[in-house]
C-alpha cells in the first residue's frame, strides 16, 4: 500500500502566501513524478504544479512566477510554495505521485485533498 498525507491548506487574504506539503509512504521502490492538481468549485480538476524525478518541472500559465515546486532529496515528499494568492486559486488541492511499488508496476497515488481559499 501506498499513502500520501497532504498538509499546509487554509484561508489567506489575497496576497499573501500558503505552502503545501505531501509525503509519500508505504510499499515504494521509487517515484518519478508528483503534482499537484486543484479542483475549483464546479470545474474540472486541472494540474497546477509537477515535478519528475529528475527535477524538471511544470507549472500551468496561471501559476507561473508565483508558485514553486520542490522535492525533498529522499524525493518522496514535494511542497508547493504560493506565493501572491488570488481568489481564483481557490480549490481543493491534490497531491499525487507516480510510483513504482515492490510489486514491480507503476502507480498513480492521491492524496486527500486540501482545501485552499483565497478571499478577496
Known amino acids: 500500500q501506498v499513502q500520501l498525507v497532504e498538509s499546509g491548506g487554509g484561508l489567506v487574504q489575497a496576497g499573501g502566501s500558503l505552502r503545501l506539503s505531501c509525503a509519500a509512504s508505504?510499499?515504494?521502490?521509487?517515484?518519478?513524478?508528483m503534482g499537484w492538481y486543484r479542483q475549483a468549485p464546479g470545474k474540472q480538476r486541472e494540474l497546477v504544479a509537477s515535478?519528475?524525478?529528475?527535477?524538471?518541472?511544470y507549472y500551468t500559465d496561471s501559476v507561473k512566477g508565483r508558485f514553486t515546486i520542490s522535492r525533498d532529496n529522499a524525493e518522496t515528499s514535494a511542497y508547493l510554495q504560493m506565493n501572491s494568492l488570488k481568489p481564483e486559486d481557490t480549490g481543493v488541492f491534490y497531491c499525487?505521485?507516480?510510483?513504482?511499488?515492490?510489486?514491480?508496476?507503476?502507480?498513480?497515488?492521491w492524496g486527500q485533498g486540501t482545501q485552499v481559499t483565497v478571499s478577496s
Open positions: 515535478i519528475s524525478g529528475r527535477g524538471e518541472t
Open positions: 499525487y505521485a507516480r510510483v513504482w511499488t515492490v510489486a514491480g508496476d507503476w502507480n498513480d497515488y
Open positions: 508505504g510499499r515504494i521502490l521509487g517515484i518519478s513524478d
